[in-house]
């Protein structure tokens, strides 16, 4: 999709470049340089959005010949929403007041929420740039009729209100933090989606089952899970399986388990109990 450089390849033929623009909580789109701006990486730009303009930080960028959405001709109906102009400092004060305002909405919200006995759990509040619109982020375990609610706050805010319910993953997103590891929580310094975790992840990588260890803030099992998954399938391919019998330098056995950082395999030989060996010893004899 991108042809990427770090930089505004500027070019005055062929189709416009396009960016992709980070918003708050890892909110992601993809936006149209029509203007032919010389944007760059980690740029704050003002774009266009629902009913306005938002602002965000350009986390790519570069060229296309096909995107889906982009009219280039093709007699779409839809068309990338467009770069308007890189922020200015006035731009980044508004921004700023936003963000202030934004923890307040959020106070008086859980109080609507209250007072309306909704059963549902307010994560986080955004302001559009323009504040057009002003989103709320909840979970629930239910749907919510939340009509009565989104009256008493856009009467209140006198704007736009949109109430959209996520998952567990995406409020920990929102709020942020750490995890136990001591570094902030991936899904909030470079993630853009998440992966569908699942117990088989911890059978693949060998690890002893422990709810307390690999679960995550958002209570599913951790993203990082999936990190080093496909290099311990790869390992794992390499060596045999437990149950499986094998020939070893002291007669056949069932192999117990392998250790792949180590190189070993460890073998039931039966009434010698179980002994180690190494696994290049095991391949050369395999090979024989």
């Not at 505004?8 to 960016?19: F, K, L, Y």
């Not at 056995?253 to 070993?264: A, C, L, M, S, Y």
């Amino acid at each position: 999709m991108f042809t990427h450089n770090g930089h505004s390849q500027n070019s005055s033929e062929g189709p416009p470049e396009i960016v992709e623009i980070a918003f708050k909580a890892g909110r992601i789109g993809i936006y149209a340089n029509e203007p032919k701006l010389p944007l760059k990486i980690e740029d704050l730009v003002v774009v266009e959005a629902d009913k306005g303009n938002d602002l965000g930080r350009i986390i790519q960028t570069g060229q296309t010949f096909s995107y889906p959405g982009y009219d280039n001709g093709n007699g779409s109906d839809e068309k990338l929403k467009k770069v308007v102009r890189v922020a200015t400092e006035e731009d980044l004060q508004k921004l700023n007041g936003n963000r202030e305002e934004e923890e307040n909405a959020v106070r008086l919200c859980k109080e609507k929420i209250v007072k309306h006995r909704l059963l549902m759990n307010l994560v986080d509040a955004e302001y559009q740039w323009d504040r057009n619109k002003l989103t709320f982020y909840f979970t629930s375990e239910q749907r919510v009729d939340f009509r009565k609610l989104v009256r008493d706050l856009a009467s209140k805010f006198r704007t736009r209100i949109e109430l959209r319910q996520v998952g567990v993953r995406d409020a920990a997103k929102h709020i942020q933090g750490y995890g136990a590891c001591g570094c902030q929580l991936c899904c909030t310094v470079f993630l853009k989606k998440f992966e569908n975790i699942t117990t088989q992840y911890i059978k693949d990588q060998l690890i002893q089952t422990n709810p307390t260890r690999l679960t995550g803030v958002c209570g599913r099992l951790k993203c990082c899970l999936a990190f080093e998954r496909d290099f311990y399938l790869d390992e794992m391919a390499k060596y045999p399986t437990a149950g499986q019998t094998i020939d070893t330098p002291n007669g056949k056995g069932r192999v117990e388990k392998v250790d792949i950082f180590n190189g070993v395999v460890y073998v039931n030989i039966g009434d010698g109990g179980i002994e180690k060996f190494k696994f290049e010893q095991l391949q050369e004899m395999a090979a024989s």
